[in-house]
């Protein structure tokens, strides 16, 4: 039997004589061959293959790009408090809420890309994220405005 790839189909051939196989390096003459005793069966390995069922335990890729952005604006939005308490710079309310409503924005985006339950449990954490988020930057916030 020979396995040959040509410009993006699979051909094999196969010798079906008494005698056993024999195989040849003339791939032109195999190609050529229209012997009653030879067989040939071509495979487009080009085709696209029917696509699988999508995991229910795996996010989507769509809601993985929403979810994603959510996520990389909350952990920038603690960063960004977090240097400010670090180096003794007074917090911004006015930037902190105009982060929290990027945060918003994209967890609203993340929620319209849910497709499965994956999905729910990652947008449930990203939101309980958030929610801790905001808490603790309106409980610094108030600490900040009772200090003199």
Do not use: C, Y
Not at 39 to 65: C, G, R
Not at 111 to 123: H, P
Not at 131 to 147: E, F, G
């Amino acid at each position: 039997m020979l396995l040959l790839v040509i410009t993006g189909s699979l051909v094999l051939f196969a010798d079906a004589q008494d005698d056993g196989a024999k195989e040849t390096g003339d791939i032109a003459a195999q190609q050529e061959s229209t012997a009653v005793g030879e067989h040939t069966i071509v495979v487009d390995v080009w085709s696209k293959a029917a696509s699988p069922e999508p995991d229910a335990d795996k996010v989507s890729q769509i809601f993985a790009v929403a979810g994603l952005n959510a996520a990389f604006k909350i952990e920038l939005t603690q960063r960004k408090i977090e240097n400010s308490l670090r180096r003794g710079f007074p917090l911004g309310e006015f930037w902190i809420q105009n982060d929290l409503a990027e945060i918003d924005d994209s967890l609203k985006l993340a929620a319209l890309s849910v497709g499965n339950d994956a999905d729910r449990e990652a947008l449930q954490e990203l939101q309980k994220q958030s929610a801790q988020l905001r808490q603790w930057s309106d409980w610094l916030i108030a600490q900040n405005k009772i200090s003199p």
